[in-house]
């Protein structure tokens, strides 16, 4: 049993490592995952790697394809509407599930999350503010009580939040604006209104993607960059 939790562990430190690089952008959207290269260079089995590449790929984060092996997962413009509009919709279910369920002691850690995310957007690292952003919303979804609600909203989320983190670490959305934004979320969880809430989720949920949800000069840059595909032509 030791040996089983240590193996575990390590698989853990492997899935933190490479979740990290990937939110960081040091391995962008679309780069391989070679299993024995990534054994060597992390020191450890090729059966670890193998195991942190299908936990990532259960987050999102990788994408494994018969025959091509295993990539960084690389958002077309279409994926981040798609997602965006489940993420909208799912979360106002959530928050207003919520809303009816959180105590003062829920709103407490609520804005102890908000606080630590406030650190790591002062600290200026993307990472950590990235999972700050994601615990803030989590917590949310727990407190509705919906285990099912929760791990679609994981599972549609997790990309996207890890796109916007690599648009941030490279300068194509900032985070000054970040912490404010979940101001209004708080808000409308406290004042219970279902209209407020869906007002506020739901913008809360898009606001930060606006610039890669048209066609314009920031979605040209991102797709230079190679963190988008390019829009698929009409045949």
Same mark, same amino acid.
């Given at each position: 049993?030791?040996?089983?939790?240590?193996?575990?562990?390590?698989?853990?430190? $492997?899935?933190?490592?490479?979740?990290?690089? /990937?939110?960081?952008?040091?391995?962008?959207?679309?780069?391989?995952? +070679?299993?024995?290269?990534?054994?060597?260079?992390?020191?450890?089995?090729?059966?670890? $790697?193998?195991?942190?590449?299908?936990?990532?790929?259960?987050?999102?984060?990788?994408?494994?394809?018969?025959?091509?092996?295993?990539?960084?997962?690389?958002?077309?413009?279409? %994926?981040?509407?798609?997602?965006?509009?489940?993420?909208?919709?799912?979360? $106002?279910?959530?928050?207003?599930?919520?809303?009816?369920?959180?105590?003062?002691?829920?709103?407490?850690?609520?804005?102890?999350?908000?606080?630590?995310?406030?650190?790591?957007?002062?600290? %200026?690292?993307? @990472?950590?503010?990235?999972?700050?952003?994601?615990?803030?919303?989590?917590?949310?979804?727990?407190?509705?009580?919906?285990?099912?609600? @929760?791990?679609?909203?994981?599972?549609?989320? /997790?990309?996207?939040?890890?796109?916007?983190?690599?648009?941030?670490?490279?300068?194509?959305?900032?985070?000054?604006?970040?912490?404010?934004?979940?101001?209004?979320? /708080?808000?409308?969880?406290?004042?219970? %209104?279902?209209?407020?809430?869906?007002?506020?989720?739901?913008?809360?949920?898009?606001?930060?993607?606006?610039?890669?949800?048209? %066609?314009?000069?920031?979605?040209?840059?991102?797709?230079? @960059?190679?963190?988008?595909?390019?829009?698929? +032509?009409?045949?």
């Amino acid at each position: 049993m030791a040996g089983t939790g240590k193996a575990s562990s390590r698989v853990s430190e $492997v899935v933190s490592h490479l979740r990290e690089a /990937i939110y960081e952008g040091r391995l962008s959207p679309g780069t391989p995952l +070679r299993e024995l290269p990534l054994a060597r260079e992390l020191q450890v089995s090729q059966a670890t $790697v193998r195991e942190a590449l299908q936990r990532l790929e259960h987050m999102g984060l990788v994408t494994r394809r018969e025959n091509q092996g295993t990539t960084v997962t690389r958002l077309s413009p279409q %994926d981040i509407r798609e997602r965006l509009t489940l993420r909208a919709m799912l979360e $106002v279910v959530a928050a207003r599930t919520a809303a009816e369920r959180m105590t003062p002691k829920d709103f407490e850690e609520l804005e102890r999350r908000l606080a630590v995310l406030g650190q790591s957007v002062e600290s %200026d690292s993307y @990472y950590s503010a990235a999972q700050a952003d994601l615990d803030f919303h989590r917590f949310v979804w727990q407190c509705s009580g919906n285990e099912t609600l @929760y791990g679609v909203l994981e599972h549609v989320t /997790i990309p996207l939040f890890a796109f916007i983190s690599v648009m941030r670490s490279h300068d194509l959305h900032r985070l000054h604006d970040v912490v404010a934004s979940h101001t209004p979320l /708080i808000e409308a969880l406290r004042s219970r %209104d279902p209209q407020q809430i869906a007002t506020a989720f739901e913008r809360g949920a898009t606001a930060s993607y606006e610039p890669f949800l048209r %066609d314009g000069d920031p979605l040209v840059t991102a797709a230079v @960059y190679g963190f988008l595909e390019p829009p698929r +032509r009409e045949s």
